[in-house]
T-cell receptor
Framework: ETGVTQSPTHLIKTRGQQVTLRCSSQ?????VSWYQQALGQGPQFIFQ???????GRGNFPPRFSGLQFPNYSSELNVNALELDDSALYLC?????????????FGDGTRLSIL | AQTVTQSQPEMSVQEAETVTLSCTYD???????LFWYKQPPSRQMILVIR??????QNATENRFSVNFQKAAKSFSLKISDSQLGDAAMYFC????????????FGTGTQLKVEL
């Protein structure tokens, strides 16, 4: 069974740039969620994708957007990067959309904004 | 809105001893799930234990157990026979039933295990 994999591991960008983070869900999972974890904080829910549609969103501005592909992998896109976007971005996958199946997390992408 | 509070930024325990991590939460829902996750320096968030709010019996997983007090909205984690590998950041998290994957996390407790 292949777990959740995220790429890249680390990324450095400057203010105003755009970034794309990638996530491959665990085998058999069709739901992907993204979280932002600032240093010293707990993760904050960004949004969830199920069957290629966004079906839940946290308190993040529209410059945070995503995609889910037919193979259930996902991308997180962030435009007009700000210094406060520096964080660990975690992807989690599960089966079943709004069901209560447990989530499995990846190792995250560390994004640094200069 | 739901909130999760962990009031202990750091805890220490001697190897083989028992430690309890505290968590309180606030919600108006009656049906929900509570979780404890472990995040070692490798960064991956690992599920330690899960509790369904409708179950009165406290969940246990080997050396890990919870004390779930629904009326008090309290959900503590007890680690027995602590091991060096238990050293990590521990997060308490809440999820509304039918709320999909949206987890609300606390700020975490850093657990140190000493020889």
């Amino acid at each position: 069974e292949t777990g959740v994999t995220q790429s890249p591991t680390h990324l450095i960008k400057t203010r105003g740039q755009q970034v794309t983070l990638r996530c491959s869900s665990q085998s058999g999972h069709n739901t992907v969620s993204w979280y932002q974890q600032a240093l010293g904080q707990g993760p904050q829910f960004i949004f969830q994708y199920y069957r290629e549609e966004e079906n839940g969103r946290g308190n993040f501005p529209p410059r945070f957007s995503g995609l889910q592909f037919p193979n259930y992998s996902s991308e997180l896109n962030v435009n007009a990067l700000e210094l406060d976007d520096s964080a660990l971005y975690l992807c989690a996958s599960s089966f079943g959309g709004l069901s209560n199946q447990p989530q499995h997390f990846g190792d995250g992408t560390r994004l640094s904004i200069l | 809105a739901q909130t999760v509070t962990q009031s202990q930024p750091e805890m220490s325990v001697q190897e083989a001893e028992t430690v309890t991590l505290s968590c309180t939460y606030d919600t108006s829902e009656s049906d929900y799930y509570l979780f404890w996750y472990k995040q070692p320096p490798s960064r991956q968030m690992i599920l330690v234990i899960r509790q369904e709010a409708y179950k009165q019996q406290n969940a246990t997983e080997n050396r890990f157990s919870v004390n779930f007090q629904k009326a008090a909205k309290s959900f503590s984690l007890k680690i027995s026979d602590s091991q060096l590998g238990d050293a990590a950041m521990y997060f308490c998290a809440y999820r509304r039933t039918g709320g999909g994957n949206k987890l609300t996390f606390g700020t975490g407790t850093q657990l140190k295990v000493e020889l």
